[in-house]
């Protein structure tokens, strides 16, 4: 199912990733947010991952939301380690 367009939003974190720029501090963007760094930086989205071709997991599970639905494993040594644990 594609999702509404919000030009709003859209412009504001437009915005928090420019004064971020200018001031040298780290963004971390998860979900929505790694997808909007993508798209200022020039990169490409697909609101509809059929028209992509890839090999992709579903947006949306068929279960409740409090279940997990797929893993996201955190690299060794890698910047995200620092900060949390890995199996």
Do not use: W
Not at 45 to 64: E, G, I, M, P, T
Not at 69 to 82: C, G, K, P, Y
């Amino acid at each position: 199912m594609l999702e509404q367009l919000c030009k709003k939003r859209d412009e504001f974190e437009f915005k928090l990733i420019e004064e971020a720029m200018k001031k040298e501090l780290p963004i971390f963007g998860i979900c929505r947010g790694m997808q909007i760094l993508n798209v200022f930086f020039g990169g490409t989205l697909y609101q509809d991952l059929s028209y992509a071709k890839l090999n992709v997991l579903k947006h949306r599970q068929k279960q409740k939301p409090s279940l997990a639905t797929h893993r996201v494993d955190i690299l060794e040594n890698s910047f995200l380690s620092n900060f949390l644990p890995s199996k």
